[in-house]
Each structure stands twice: as C-alpha cells, then as structure tokens.
Nanobody, 120 residues
Framework: QVQLVESGGDLVQPGGSLRLSCKAP???????????MAWYRQAPGKQRELVAR??????NYADSVKGRFTISRDNSRKTVYLQMNSLKPEDTAIYYC????????????WGQGTQVTVSA
C-alpha cells in the first residue's frame, strides 16, 4: 500500500510554531510533480477537514488558518511542508498529508498522520 510519511508533530505552547513534513514514497517519487499535495487535520470527535492545498504553485487555505499556516513543496526532495505559526489550542489535531494524481483523481494517497497538540 502506497503511503506518505509525515513528521514534525509535537506538543507546543499557544503562540508557538511547528513545521510538518511529508515525504512521498518511492512508488510515486518519479511522478511527484504530477500530484496535488494537501494537508488535512482531524480533531477528536470531528470530521477530517482540509487545511491547505498546493497545485502547480497555487495554494489555498481553510479560513481558520489563513495568515498563520503556509504550505510549500520541494520537488527535488519529493517533500511537502506545512509551516504553522501562531498556533492555537484549536489547532490541536492529527495532521494528515495527501497526494492526488492530477491525471486520475482516483489515485489518492495518505500518510499515517502526525499529532499536533497546542497546550500551555
């Protein structure tokens, strides 16, 4: 099963920063550029929600994170990042990375998730 690999989750105080990383598996590294990348999150008792998406250099964000989070990708490293600043307790969730093949949206890959906890 193809799976992305996330890292960078941690416990951080309100107002702090974290950078999450997501590396593509070998099976799609040769076509990494052909995938739209996104970060989702799921808090306890809530549905998974889209946080940020990047497609061919264009980005979009959930209203709740605009101005605080930044998604970026490094095609040479086959990695996508989520820089999170000014973190709030309500950002606490498991964060998941997703890759969707632009030519065939049925080909979507996920990571195992990384826990972000914002607490004093």
């Amino acid at each position: 099963q193809v799976q992305l690999v996330e890292s960078g989750g941690d416990l951080v105080q309100p107002g702090g920063s974290l950078r999450l990383s997501c590396k593509a598996p070998r099976s799609i590294t040769s076509v990494f550029n052909a995938h739209d990348m996104a970060w989702y999150r799921q808090a306890p008792g809530k549905q998974r929600e889209l946080v940020a998406r990047e497609s061919r250099g264009s980005t979009n964000y959930a209203d709740s994170v605009k101005g605080r989070f930044t998604i970026s990708r490094d095609n040479s490293r086959k990695t996508v990042y989520l820089q999170m600043n000014s973190l709030k307790p309500e950002d606490t969730a498991i964060y998941y990375c997703s890759a969707v093949n632009r030519a065939n949206s049925a080909l979507q890959y996920w990571g195992q998730g990384t826990q972000v906890t914002v607490s004093a």
